[in-house]
């Protein structure tokens, strides 16, 4: 069999071009790739809509003008003509008949589902049927990649009746983000960190990822989700993987991905007196939620890692829509320096803190340093280094490009799939049990009354509005 990782992709085949998730992030990604010379080949899109080349490049146009500065509408509309547009049913073999001609013996094409994952098993047994997926091709498919542990086997089987396990891309945009590959750059690429990176020196982990808005017109597919499956399940674990893995023996997709693996491994299934489950006041009046709605939009979870590095070490993660602040953040709390010398400082007065977003990458530690004055007493500063996310690849582009190129490094392989579903299982099964309510809490706050959570760890490390 052709190595899929040996071979450059020919052609990228979009199913749901005219869909929202490729409007706003898919078609831009295209265009960057094309511009960046890192897509030569052929561009083909699939959905069931009937429409005409003018209605296309209206819609290409549209998505790239509302991407903001730097619009070029001659090169907008030479991307359009460029993609090639097959309309049909997904359930109809006489649409994967098209796609065939259309493809004119593409050896090595990529398919994106940007589909419902209902469809997923369908679509796919018609690219087998059809002979459009040959030993080169590839899938990329969107998250959610299940409910729960049972139906993300169920998915997977369907995939691996016609793409094995390499060629398969579960994206996962959150790990395409330049802050989150700064994260895991500066945990390897700086000698000082490893020595104290263990439960000798590091007294807690936080990650709090934050949202001032709310489900904004999507309550009938968040009511199906839910803050545990909507980005708890795979962004923040996928974080927390980077954050605890042990050191690969190379920069490698194979080394990277079974370090991670390994942690999630080393994590229990998650008890109820750990999680704190929430939801903003109004959610039950979005359109599409029930009223009787119990579908968690916050959740605070604590947890521990089972291996000799993070033994006894608390992680806490929490994720929430209608809060403060927009921003992801990490804060790595230190054990207080000993023995102590001057005077009465905080328990864990040294910090590490990594802004993931949305808009910056920052990395700042915390030190304690002399105030100035005859006595020896001390103050908190931060050595902080703040960039802009701008300019940057986006997370998309990087992605898409990974698969067309066949690097898996970015992408979760199915044994991390089902380990973190093994670990939040119970509580995304419950999303929508009688039993159990959300706590209902103030848009705009920190979300309900989590703090038992961290209490004996200092508290919450709320983010703020800066670097």
Not at 100 to 129: Q, T
Request: contains cysteine; proline residues 5%; charged residues 25%.
């Amino acid at each position: 069999m052709t190595d899929p990782q040996a071979t450059t992709s020919d052609a990228l085949v979009i199913f749901g071009l005219t869909g929202d998730l490729a409007f706003k992030k898919i078609i831009p990604a295209i265009a960057g790739l094309v511009h960046r010379g890192r897509h030569t080949g052929r561009v083909l899109g699939v959905a069931r809509d009937e429409w005409s080349a003018v209605r296309l490049t209206e819609r290409v146009c549209a998505s790239l003008r509302a991407q903001g500065e730097g619009y070029d509408e001659a090169a907008a509309k030479a991307l359009a003509a460029r993609i090639q547009y097959v309309a049909g049913d997904y359930r109809d073999a006489a649409t994967f008949r098209r796609l065939k001609d259309a493809l004119d013996g593409a050896r090595a094409p990529l398919f994106y589902l940007a589909i419902p994952p209902s469809l997923f098993g369908e679509v796919v047994a018609h690219l087998g049927a059809s002979g459009c997926a040959g030993e080169a091709a590839r899938v990329v498919v969107e998250k959610p990649l299940g409910r729960d542990l049972v139906s993300a086997q169920a998915l997977n089987r369907h995939l691996a009746q016609v793409f094995d396990e390499p060629r398969i891309f579960r994206i996962d945009h959150f790990l395409g983000k330049e802050p989150v590959q700064n994260l895991i750059y500066f945990r390897f690429a700086n000698r000082f960190l490893e020595p104290i990176w263990n439960h000798e020196h590091v007294a807690s982990v936080q990650l709090t990822m934050a949202e001032s808005f709310g489900v904004e017109g999507r309550g009938r597919l968040y009511e199906e989700l839910g803050a545990v499956r909507d980005v708890v399940q795979n962004h923040l674990l996928q974080v927390v993987t980077l954050l605890a893995m042990e050191p690969p023996a190379r920069y490698a997709s194979g080394a990277l991905r079974d370090a991670k693996v390994r942690v999630l491994e080393a994590i229990a299934p998650l008890e109820a007196s750990h999680v704190v489950r929430g939801q903003y006041a109004g959610y039950r009046d979005e359109p599409g939620v029930a009223q009787d709605s119990n579908v968690e939009t916050y959740v605070a979870l604590r947890f521990g890692i089972d291996t000799p590095r993070w033994r006894g070490v608390p992680f806490l993660v929490r994720a929430g829509k209608g809060m403060a602040v927009t921003a992801t953040q990490v804060s790595v709390r230190l054990h207080a320096a000993m023995p102590r010398l001057f005077d009465a400082a905080p328990d864990d007065p040294n910090h590490l803190r990594f802004r993931l977003g949305p808009d910056r990458v920052s990395i700042g530690l915390g030190v304690r340093t002399k105030a100035p004055g005859e006595e020896m007493r001390g103050r908190d500063e931060e050595l902080l280094m703040c960039d802009e996310d701008t300019g940057s690849m986006s997370a998309y582009e990087r992605l898409i490009g990974d698969a067309l190129r066949g690097d898996p490094s970015l992408f979760a392989r199915q044994d991390s799939i089902e380990a973190a579903w093994r670990i939040v299982d119970g509580v995304a099964a419950g999303a929508r049990g009688a039993d159990g309510a959300p706590q209902v809490y103030a848009r705009g706050s920190w979300g309900p009354d989590s703090r038992a959570l961290a209490a004996d760890i200092g508290g919450w490390v709320d983010p703020g509005t800066g670097c």
